[in-house]
Nanobody, 114 residues
Framework: QVQLVESGGGLVQPGGSLRLSCEVS????????MAWFRQAPGRERELVAR???????NYADSVKGRFTISRDNAKNTLYLQMNTLKAEDTAVYYC????????WGQGTQVTVSS
């Protein structure tokens, strides 16, 4: 059974930082394409960042230069370092895995507000 468990969300002031984690089990993490998506109220879920098994990464234009996606294959864990957070980054953030199927975590709330 594939499981993705996110953690690290919370309330932060504009300009602050957070690091999200996603612990993965039940699939060959080393070979999976991993991504972070987010969904704000009233909006569609959107891709934030993606990393493939070879290390190539890509980002949404809105987060380039502020967010960094990384993975620790030894720990089967995906990360999203978020710096210089803005109010418009407020959303539920979801971990996503693609390996023989598409899998989602339960989501973690990130709120950027003063």
């Amino acid at each position: 059974q594939v499981q993705l468990v996110e953690s690290g969300g919370g309330l932060v002031q504009p300009g602050g930082s957070l690091r999200l984690s996603c612990e993965v089990s039940g699939l060959l993490f080393d070979f999976a394409t991993m991504a972070w998506f987010r969904q704000a109220p009233g909006r569609e879920r959107e891709l934030v960042a993606r990393t493939v098994s070879g290390g190539v990464t890509n980002y949404a234009d809105s987060v380039k230069g502020r967010f960094t996606i990384s993975r620790d294959n030894a720990k089967n864990t995906l990360y999203l370092q978020m710096n210089t957070l803005k109010a418009e980054d407020t959303a539920v953030y979801y971990c996503n895995a693609n390996w023989g199927g598409t899998y989602w975590g339960q989501g973690t709330q990130v709120t950027v507000s003063s």
